[in-house]
């Protein structure tokens, strides 16, 4: 049995021995066991992150099954495109077919035709022709653009335009000027091994839309429209484009409306005797109206680029010499 202490100094003993055991026991109860319980949890946290990291290293590596087939569609979708937009060598007879067919539906005459050198790549080879079509400005303009619009990536180069030699079609458009457009038709084949016929991607007659393995593409399409334009090689005074001359204008008659925009002028063209009912903005080949008055009519008249103004006079016919 431990005796009690008795003097002053084991008291004072006991008594610091007592509070320092209660210190360290608040201290570890307190501070010590709750930042273990803490660090404990963050290693645990620390331990499931690497964890996660190493499968994720691990499946980056080798690929999921399910990425590695989409991967593989993708890339499938991809050659399909590349196939239609490049072709093997056994579809260059068929675009070339293509070529002719759209200048024949655009109303050219074959000339001739040859092939070019061709010039070998290290991914895909050059091939090209050489055409020579005869026809109008307006249907090389619309035979090009139909070129230009074929699923195939081919380029035309090098044209060229001539007067034709010999007499235009019956059906040719009256005074135009029959042309010979000679030019080089460019497209790329795929090098590689040969594609069996049953292996073959068919030239499809349109390449637009999300049609090709759900592949989203778009070909762009070209469209020549003639109306409106003038062929700049037919002849201006055999055409009838230059026609009224202001010169050959004269003014016969003159119905002025007072209170509104609705005067009418009548204008003759002397030299083909044809007759014009004119109203404020009517034209009338390169001659426009622009205003109508009791006794005269202003007209603007556009020439090459050149804008000038006119006045026609309403001349009294019984004091009118006409010679």
Not at 33 to 47: L, S
Not at 245 to 253: E, F, I, K, Q, Y
Request: proline residues 6%.
């Amino acid at each position: 049995m431990i005796a009690r202490p008795t003097s002053q100094r084991d008291q004072s003993l006991l008594l610091v021995s007592v509070v320092a055991f209660a210190c360290l026991f608040a201290y570890w109860y307190l501070v010590h066991q709750p930042r273990g319980v803490a660090m404990a949890a963050r290693r645990t946290h620390v331990e499931a992150l690497v964890a996660s990291n190493t499968v994720a290293r691990a499946v980056l590596a080798r690929g999921s099954a399910d990425s590695l087939d989409r991967q593989q569609a993708a890339l499938e979708a991809q050659l399909r495109a590349m196939r239609v937009l490049i072709p093997t060598g056994n579809e260059v007879p068929a675009l070339l077919d293509q070529i002719l067919a759209a200048a024949r539906r655009d109303a050219l005459e074959l000339e001739d035709v040859a092939p070019v050198e061709t010039v070998t790549g290290t991914s895909f080879d050059t091939y090209g022709f050489r055409l020579s079509l005869r026809g109008t400005h307006h249907e090389i303009g619309a035979v090009l653009a139909s070129i230009a619009s074929l699923p195939r990536i081919i380029v035309p180069a090098h044209l060229t335009l001539a007067p034709a030699t010999t007499p235009g079609r019956r059906d040719a458009p009256a005074g135009a000027q029959m042309l010979v457009a000679t030019f080089d038709v460019q497209t790329y084949v795929a090098r590689g091994e040969e594609v069996s016929p049953a292996a073959e991607v068919a030239v499809p007659s349109e390449a637009t839309g999300p049609g090709l393995g759900g592949l989203p593409f778009q070909r762009e399409v070209f469209a020549y429209e003639s109306r409106g334009r003038r062929d700049p090689f037919a002849s201006l005074l055999t055409s009838g484009v230059s026609r009224p001359l202001v010169a050959d204008l004269r003014v016969t008659g003159i119905l002025v409306d007072p209170v509104g925009a609705n005067s009418v002028a009548m204008l003759r063209d002397l030299a083909t005797g044809q007759l014009y009912r004119a109203k404020e903005g009517s034209v009338f080949g390169r001659v426009r109206v622009t205003a109508i008055r009791p006794r005269e009519v202003a007209l603007v008249v556009e020439e090459f680029g050149n804008t000038r103004r006119e006045v026609l006079m309403l001349k009294d016919p019984r004091k009118e010499q006409i010679p």
